[in-house]
C-alpha cells in the first residue's frame, strides 16, 4: 500500500460557525490508494478506527474516548475531575498524563483544546480549558496512547474560580480495539514474536473473519490465524525494523471492513545484563547467601553461578555443609532459572585431589594455599585433567554438567580455553581488557575492549576470531568487570558505554557481563544496589527499555 497522502478539507459554511480556529488547526480524513493486494480492497479500509457511534475517532493511537457534557452559565472555563488513577491502574493511561488529549469534534472536522494540568495519577485528577471556543462543538476526553502527540498544556493550574462543572460520558472504544501489555518489544535472533490482546464483542472472531496487520508504511499482511480465547493473538514478524512504528488491525467479514486503533511500539535488540557470581572453593554464610538471594530477588535477577567444586576436599568444610552450598545453588536453579558453571582457583588440595602435582608460580599474591597461583601456569593436559576432576564432582553432587567457565584472576590462556573446548563447555567468560593483578602486578593475557561482545576465539589468538579457524567455544567477556575491585560509577559507566544510547532502541543485541564475590558481599553489595538500581531504569519488565536481566547461556543463544 502506498503512503497515504493527508489533505484538508474545507469545511462548509456551516461549519465555519465553529470558528476559523477549529478549520486551522483540524484533522481530517484522507484519501488511500486503491490496491494492497488481491484479497483487500483498500478503498474499505476506514482511514480512522471503526466506531459503532457518529462521531469520527480523532487519532487511532489512541484507545479510549468519553464525551463531557456541561452547561456554561457564567464565565468560559470548564473544570473536570476525574480518577485519573483509576486509569493509570487499569493500563489505559500514562502515569505522566501525557496521553489525556481535550479534543473538539464537529461532525469530520477536530482541534485539540488547550487545558490546564493538575495533580496527575491521582482519584482526582483535575483538567481546565475554555468551553466556549467551539460552542457548537462536542468535546471529548481521549487517553490510551503510549506515544502520543505533544497535548496542548498550558499549566499546572488556573486561577478561574467561576469554572464550570464537566461530568464525563461513558467510555467508547474502537469496535475492534488492540492493546499490548508493552511500548517496548525485544527482538529475538532477529525476529518478533508480538502479542496484541483483542476486544470485539459485536465481531466474531471465527473462521469467516480474516484479519490482517499493518505494520509502519507496509501493506497489510495476513495473519493467518484467530485470537485465542483469551482474546490474545501472536503475529510473527520476521525481520522488523527497529525503532518506533505503529501497527493496526483489519477484520473482514462479510465485506465489511472494521479498522483497529494503532499500537505504538519500539522495537530493539536486546541489552542483555548478566550478573555472575565467582565462588572462590571456601565456605560461605548464610548469611551472605541470604543477602545475595534478596538483591536477585529484588531485581528480578538470575544469576550465573560459576561455581566452585574446590569446596567437597577443603578439610575446613564439613559434608553437610558441603551438601548444604550444593542444594542453595541447585534450589536457585530449579526456582528462579539460575545457571550453574564452573569456576577454579588452583589451590594445591584441588590441583592433588585432580591427580595434578600442583606448580607454586607464577603467582599473583603470596598466598600459602595456591589459590593466586595463574590458572595459565598449567599445561593443556593438567588442566584438562583438573576440570575433568571438577566435573566429575559435580556429577557426584547431583549438579547439572556446566556450560560455562571462568578462571581465576581471569588467567586463561589460549590452552586453557582450547581443554574447556574439548572437553565440551559451550563458552569460556574469563575475557576482559588489558590488566595487571594483584600485589606481584602479573600481567594478564587479554587484550579485549571494554565493549566486545560474545565471540568464537581462534585456535590462534584468543583474544580474536581471526584468524581462522575458530574453537567452538565462545567467548563471553566480562566487560562489566568486578564489583569488588572496581568503584561504583566505573561499573555504571560500562553499562552506558555498552548500551551506548540509554532510553533509545538498540541496533544490535548487547550483553553485559558484572563479576561479584560471595566471600567479599560487604564490599560489593552497596554497589550491586546503586548498580542495579540504574540499570533497572531501562528494564524491558517494568516496560522502561530494552535491558533484560538473564544468564549468560540464554543470552548467549542471541549468538549461537
Avoid: C
Wanted: glycine content about 6%; overall charge neutral.
Amino acid at each position: 500500500m502506498a503512503k497515504r497522502r493527508r489533505r484538508k478539507q474545507n469545511l462548509n459554511f456551516k461549519l465555519l460557525l465553529v470558528t476559523a480556529a477549529l478549520a486551522a488547526g483540524a484533522y481530517f480524513y484522507s484519501t488511500r490508494p486503491t490496491s494492497v493486494n488481491a484479497e483487500l480492497d483498500s478503498a474499505l479500509i476506514p482511514e480512522r478506527a471503526s466506531v459503532a457511534d457518529s462521531n469520527v475517532w480523532w487519532q487511532e493511537g489512541f484507545g479510549y474516548r468519553q464525551e463531557l457534557s456541561f452547561s456554561l452559565t457564567t464565565g468560559n472555563f470548564v473544570e473536570l475531575r476525574f480518577d485519573h488513577a483509576a486509569m493509570v491502574a487499569a493500563g489505559k493511561s500514562n502515569a505522566d498524563g501525557s496521553d489525556l488529549h481535550i479534543v473538539a469534534q464537529l461532525n469530520n472536522a477536530a482541534d485539540v483544546v488547550p487545558f490546564y494540568l493538575s495533580e496527575i495519577n491521582t482519584a482526582s485528577t483535575k483538567i481546565t480549558f475554555d468551553g466556549k471556543k467551539y460552542p457548537n462543538a462536542k468535546y471529548f476526553l481521549y487517553y490510551g496512547n503510549r506515544k502520543p502527540p505533544s497535548a496542548r498544556v498550558l499549566g499546572s493550574s488556573t486561577a478561574e474560580s467561576q469554572a464550570t462543572p464537566a461530568q464525563l460520558g461513558n467510555i467508547v472504544t474502537p469496535e475492534l480495539q488492540i492493546s499490548s501489555t508493552r511500548y517496548w518489544q525485544v527482538l529475538q535472533k532477529g525476529k518478533l514474536n508480538l502479542q496484541i490482546s483483542i476486544v470485539a464483542p459485536n465481531l466474531d472472531m471465527g473462521p469467516n473473519t480474516r484479519l490482517y496487520y499493518s505494520l509502519g508504511e507496509a501493506e497489510p499482511k495476513l495473519v493467518g490465524k484467530a485470537p485465542n480465547s483469551d482474546g490474545l493473538l501472536d503475529i510473527q514478524l520476521p525481520s522488523p525494523q527497529k525503532g518506533d512504528q505503529t501497527i493496526y488491525l483489519i477484520a473482514v467479514q462479510d465485506g465489511k471492513y472494521t479498522r483497529s486503533n494503532s499500537l505504538n511500539i519500539r522495537i530493539s535488540e536486546p541489552v542483555f545484563v548478566a550478573w555472575t557470581i565467582d565462588w572462590e572453593g571456601y565456605n560461605v554464610q548464610d548469611a551472605v547467601l541470604q543477602r545475595i538471594d534478596s538483591i536477585a530477588g529484588r531485581y528480578g535477577l538470575p544469576m550465573t553461578h560459576f561455581f566452585n567444586p574446590r569446596i567437597y576436599v577443603d578439610r575446613t568444610i564439613p559434608e553437610y555443609r558441603r551438601t548444604e552450598l550444593t542444594n542453595w545453588v541447585k534450589a536457585r536453579e530449579e526456582k528462579h532459572k539460575d545457571e550453574i558453571g564452573m569456576h577454579m582457583h588452583m589451590q594445591y588440595d584441588m590441583v592433588r585431589a585432580a591427580g595434578v602435582e600442583p606448580v607454586t608460580s607464577p603467582r599473583w599474591g603470596s598466598g600459602a594455599d595456591g589459590y593466586d597461583v595463574l590458572t595459565s601456569a598449567y599445561s593443556y593436559n593438567q588442566f584438562r585433567a583438573i576440570v575433568q576432576w571438577g566435573l566429575d564432582k559435580f556429577a557426584e553432587y547431583g549438579l547439572p554438567r556446566p556450560a560455562g567457565y571462568r578462571a581465576g584472576g581471569w588467567f586463561a590462556s589460549l590452552d586453557t580455553i582450547k581443554a574447556l573446548n574439548d572437553l565440551g563447555f559451550i563458552y569460556d567468560s574469563s575475557g576482559r581488557e588489558t590488566y595487571k593483578f594483584g600485589s606481584q602486578n602479573r600481567q594478564g593475557l587479554w587484550s579485549l575492549d571494554s565493549k566486545t561482545q560474545p565471540y568464537r576465539p581462534s585456535s590462534m589468538n584468543q583474544n580474536s576470531p581471526t584468524p581462522e579457524p575458530q574453537l567452538n567455544i565462545w567467548e563471553v567477556p566480562n566487560n562489566g568487570n568486578d564489583s569488588y575491585w572496581f568503584p561504583v560509577d566505573h561499573l555504571i559507566g560500562r553499562f552506558y558505554e555498552n548500551y551506548a544510547t540509554p532510553g533509545e532502541f538498540s541496533s544490535t543485541p548487547k550483553i553485559i557481563t558484572y563479576l561479584s564475590h560471595p566471600d567479599w558481599f560487604d564490599v560489593d553489595q552497596p554497589k550491586l544496589e546503586a548498580l542495579f538500581t540504574e540499570i533497572s531504569k531501562y528494564s524491558l519488565t517494568a516496560d522502561k527499555g530494552p535491558v533484560v536481566f538473564t544468564t549468560i547461556s540464554s543470552a548467549l543463544q542471541e549468538w549461537q
